[in-house]
């Protein structure tokens, strides 16, 4: 009867899938990942083997790619996952078995050539997470042909120098972005200033306004907050605000009702705070 298999061997999917996340016994894990007829529960039991023989040869003879590939992802041994590269038939596996291998390559020479030269932009994104050549870095920024491998390495910058020359320079807007982000706001105030007054794309704009300091470009603050056309950019410009007399220009002069309303409340708690409380 149903009622008194054990949860592992319930028909109901749910049910078993409770049971195998809970699960510790590595031979009943075992048989799960082998014999389940549902792969998403073959799945969750292989991630959570530790027999190397058995993830091999569930990685070679699943009839799922997925189940292949998720096995793929828990081998250590290195020569096997370079014969799954070389040798299975579905192209998924093999990439799952390339990723495997660079996430456990450390020569960075190797690194290097698959982050620039591998067809397939998620192997060359995880390639990009292990090196350290700032100038390949630089070079993969800006010329990989996918944004996120692009991104990746932009993420994986360190030299501020070279992140600065970046933002002069790539015309990318997703890596620009990446790279005002990383900007160091206590060395490149005049480059985030310039960018925050003319860059065309608004996301850019807003974080670059972000790490502004306030105290050192209210004019400019005031500028954007009145002349930008920006949903945020306006508005994050406008809470940076501290003189009143710029506030009550932009909320009489602002045509956008939010930054002006915004800025109105602002001025409205600044004159609460400066204006001596009477003695009663």
């Given at each position: 009867m149903e009622l008194f298999k054990p949860?592992?061997?319930?028909?109901?999917?749910?049910?078993?899938?409770?049971?195998?996340?809970?699960?510790?016994d590595q031979d009943l894990l075992a048989d799960i990942a082998k014999n389940d007829k549902d792969k998403w529960i073959r799945q969750i039991a292989i991630e959570k083997l530790e027999d190397q023989q058995l993830l091999a040869n569930i990685a070679k003879n699943d009839k799922d790619k997925w189940v292949r590939a998720t096995a793929v992802d828990h081998i250590e041994d290195q020569k096997l996952l370079i014969?799954?590269?070389?040798?299975?038939?579905?192209?998924?596996?093999?990439?799952?078995?390339?990723?495997?291998?660079?996430?456990?390559?450390?020569?960075?020479e190797l690194l290097?050539?698959?982050?620039?030269?591998?067809?397939?932009?998620?192997?060359?994104?995880?390639?990009?997470?292990?090196?350290e050549d700032q100038r390949l870095l630089i070079e993969i920024a800006k010329t990989?042909?996918?944004?996120?491998?692009r991104e990746k390495a932009v993420e994986?910058?360190?030299?501020?120098?070279?992140?600065?020359?970046l933002v002069r320079?790539?015309?990318?807007?997703d890596v620009l972005w990446a790279a005002v982000e990383k900007l160091d706001p206590t060395k490149w105030q005049d480059l985030l200033a310039e960018i925050a007054k003319t860059d065309k794309d608004e996301d850019v704009r807003w974080e670059a306004v972000k790490k502004l300091d306030a105290e050192k470009w209210q004019n400019i603050m005031a500028s954007i907050a009145k002349n930008d056309k920006g949903e945020f950019v306006d508005i994050d410009a406008?809470?940076?605000?501290?003189?009143?007399?710029?506030s009550a220009d932009i909320a009489k002069n602002d045509k956008e009702f939010y930054v002006s309303e915004y800025v109105k409340e602002k001025l409205k708690k600044l004159k609460n705070k400066l204006t001596p409380k009477s003695k009663t």
């Open positions: 949860k592992r061997k319930q028909s109901n999917r749910n049910v078993r899938l409770v049971a195998v996340k809970k699960l510790e014969e799954i590269v070389k040798t299975d038939k579905n192209k998924d596996v093999r990439r799952a078995a390339r990723e495997a291998v660079v996430k456990k390559l450390e020569d960075q290097a050539d698959i982050a620039k030269n591998d067809k397939d932009e998620d192997v060359r994104r995880a390639a990009v997470r292990k090196l990989d042909k996918d944004s996120s491998v994986k910058l360190k030299d501020q120098k070279l992140l600065a020359d320079n790539v015309k990318d807007v406008g809470e940076k605000l501290k003189g009143q007399k710029l």
